[in-house]
């Protein structure tokens, strides 16, 4: 399968406990997205890579969120001290482009995310 | 919050009938884009319009766009049970890096047989 991967698909934390999500895109594409999305909501975008260079980040992305993709290719998106507001799908897409130039983002299953 | 307003937001119709789906947003936009979400599964892009398109076709899909009223429709034309779904309209901005998407709120479509 050449799509874009997540891994896991399913997470269940306690409250306080540290969790981590790992992306793998398409392999040619340079760009990679997170996006959050809760129940009955459209996702919420967090962030984007161009390569290894994180270019955008939301103001949802706390600072008990973080995210790298150290070698431009996969990337982990960490929830430090998770809360029960975290609970959601976190989605990852990728696309290619150079400069300015908008494409299409494939995206991922997805990982969700329940805290207790 | 998020810019895309989707109408309906939720909509039943039976196998066969046409579905519309609008979608309003507030800023100024390079593109946008639509996006189906079944349930348990991941999106799926179906079409992209510039800010310069006025109508695009895919298939049974059509899409609109009108800059002036900052807004979007979709049809799908002779709608079948597999085309049970949300839908999101998604606009990127005409200023920044043109890559931060911003996803409506969905409408909900149920296709019954």
């Not at chain 2, 310069?52 to 034309?77: A, C, F, P, Q, Y």
Request: charged share 20%; aromatic share 10%; proline share 3%.
């Amino acid at each position: 399968d050449t799509g874009v991967s997540q891994d896991p698909r399913h997470k269940i934390t306690k409250r306080g406990q540290n969790v981590t999500f790992r992306c793998d895109p398409i392999s040619e594409h340079n760009r990679l997205y997170w996006y959050r999305q809760t129940l009955g909501q459209g996702p919420e975008f967090l962030t984007y890579f161009q390569n290894e260079a994180q270019l955008e980040k939301s103001r949802l992305l706390s600072d008990r969120f973080s995210a790298e993709r150290p070698k431009g290719s996969f990337s982990t998106l960490e929830i430090q001290r998770t809360e029960q507001g975290d609970s959601a799908m976190y989605l990852c897409a990728s696309s290619y482009g150079v400069e300015r130039i908008y494409n299409e983002q494939f995206f991922g299953p997805g990982t969700r995310l329940t805290v207790l | 919050s998020q810019q895309g307003e989707e109408d309906p937001q939720a909509l039943s119709i039976q196998e066969g009938e046409n579905a519309t789906m609008n979608c309003s947003y507030k800023t100024s936009i390079n593109n946008l884009q639509w996006y189906r979400q079944n349930s348990g599964r991941g999106l799926v892009h179906l079409i992209l319009i510039r800010s310069n398109e006025r109508e695009k076709h895919s298939g049974r899909l059509r899409v609109t766009l009108d800059t002036s009223k900052k807004s979007s429709s979709l049809l799908i034309t002779a709608s079948r049970a597999a085309d049970t779904a949300s839908y999101f309209c998604a606009t990127v901005p005409l200023s920044g890096g043109y890559q931060k998407v911003t996803f409506g709120t969905g409408t909900k479509l149920q296709v019954i047989p």
